[in-house]
């Protein structure tokens, strides 16, 4: 099983190593406003998930989150403490978490509290907080103690100030656009006979005359791209008992003319792809899932006029060879057509797929580095968000990147390219794995050679 790896040159970490914080505690306030600010887990894991929680518990005048995955008691007292300040408390759920006793318990309470839930109509793997128009909190990380402590994750912080056109920073206006779209085609988790919550309609920022816009700010310095973009949105008959329950819009598809048929739109993979295209130097991307071929295809296009192209990707995403599902085989299968036996720009963050997913150690990072360049930012753009690179999350779900690209958000490429560097070195020197790591599998003890670790 082991030697199944070593064609691809793509062992990243097989035991832990000591992890140093990659943001200075200056970078790390929130205070500072229109500078986001970057946590990763698991180094800084508990610091972020407290510092969401405060916020959240601080609340006066709103919270609204986006829930795919709720294991942590956390959110349910900053919850509590919100709707004690006499805060709106909205959150939409990932409809499979009916079946979650642990959340039915909690929006149970919470509800008989004063806050409102809904279940979202399709796959809910957004993850963000807003609060009281002040901050957006984007992030790869669910609710839950491994991406706290265990996984590979990044939690932005966004603070606003205002835009003096409109009293609102552009951020926290598109992201709630975004709830108002999941809030309004979801329907009411109703516990203790109340009446449907209300719609949104004041959030819906974006208007031509009187029809909600569901499309991205493009040509900004900072914008939202989101799933949700690929579809319409048309108003359910009040009639209906769907509006009834509290769906107050449905999603249409978007189309788009592709040769002689029609095809849904991909708004995220797009933007995606135009940044890739426009790449001069580098591009760094770690990823849990890369299931879209049009991007494996860019990639290689960016390898072939000398951008350096390097990928951090979970252990989810070996294969031993193309099967034209996962894209980092075919990519590594593409990039030796270019290069021969030189090893591929592939690092896997392996570990034990044993005894269960709840020990498991992911790379759950999605986000996408292009041109990183330390002494001048101005040409740097990163994408980063709930967006997996593929088809699911593009036209399955609700997923976002923020696309960044101004040089003001410097600080903010220094810890992901820094994060990067963290997981591509992990348990390595000179580029090539700890002699230590490597013996530790290759020298059988009892006759048997380890297949499952504990740590990443």
Not at 81 to 87: F, I, Q, S
Not at 293 to 308: P, Q, Y
Request: hydrophobic content about 35%.
């Amino acid at each position: 099983m082991f030697k199944k790896i070593l064609p691809l040159a793509v062992m990243a970490s097989l035991f832990s190593c000591s992890q140093t914080p990659v943001v200075s505690d200056a970078t790390r306030s929130v205070a500072s406003a229109d500078i986001p600010v970057v946590y990763f887990s698991p180094t800084q894991g508990e610091e972020a998930f407290a510092k969401l929680y405060d916020i959240i518990s601080g609340a006066k005048e709103y919270v609204h989150v986006s829930v795919y995955s709720w294991s942590d008691s956390g959110l349910d007292k900053a919850l509590e403490k919100a709707l004690a300040n006499k805060a709106k408390v909205r959150v939409v759920l990932h409809p499979d978490l009916k079946k979650t006793k642990k959340v039915i318990d909690s929006v149970a309470k919470l509800e008989a509290l004063g806050a409102e839930f809904k279940w979202a109509p399709m796959n809910m793997h957004e993850k963000f907080t807003l609060v009281d128009d002040e901050f957006v909190i984007n992030t790869s990380a669910n609710f839950s103690g491994g991406a706290r402590n265990k996984y590979s994750e990044a939690m932005v912080f966004h603070r606003d100030t205002p835009d003096p056109k409109d009293g609102m920073n552009s951020l926290i206006r598109d992201f709630k656009n975004e709830f108002a779209v999941i809030w309004n085609t979801g329907k009411d988790a109703i516990t203790h006979g109340e009446p449907p919550a209300a719609q949104l309609t004041d959030d819906f920022t974006k208007m031509k005359g009187g029809t909600v816009v569901n499309e991205p700010e493009k040509d900004s310095e900072i914008s939202l791209y989101s799933s949700s973009m690929n579809w319409y949105l048309e108003p359910v008959k009040q009639t209906t008992a769907a509006y009834k329950a509290g769906k107050y819009m449905d999603l249409e598809p978007k189309k788009t003319k592709v040769g002689d048929a029609e095809e849904q739109t991909w708004v995220v993979r797009d933007v995606i792809i135009d940044h890739i295209k426009k790449a001069r130097k580098s591009i760094y991307l770690s990823l849990n899932h890369f299931n879209i071929r049009a991007v494996s295809d860019a990639l290689i296009d960016a390898v072939k006029r000398g951008v350096d192209v390097r990928l951090a990707v979970d252990n989810q995403e070996y294969k031993g060879k193309p099967n034209d599902l996962e894209m980092t085989p075919q990519f590594v299968a593409d990039w030796a057509k270019i290069k021969g036996k030189v090893p591929p720009p592939v690092r896997v963050k392996y570990y034990s797929h044993e005894p269960s997913p709840r020990y498991w150690l992911l790379n759950h990072h999605k986000y996408i580095l292009i041109d990183f360049n330390e002494k001048d930012p101005s040409q740097t753009v990163l994408l980063a968000g709930s967006y997996n690179l593929s088809q699911t999350a593009e036209q399955n779900q609700f997923d976002n990147v923020v696309l960044y690209r101004s040089p003001k958000y410097e600080e903010l490429y220094d810890g992901f390219y820094e994060e990067f560097q963290r997981l591509w070195n992990w348990n390595r020197e000179n580029d090539a794995p700890k002699k230590a790591v490597w013996d530790l599998f290759l020298t059988p003890k009892n006759n048997s050679y380890p297949v499952h670790v504990n740590e990443a």
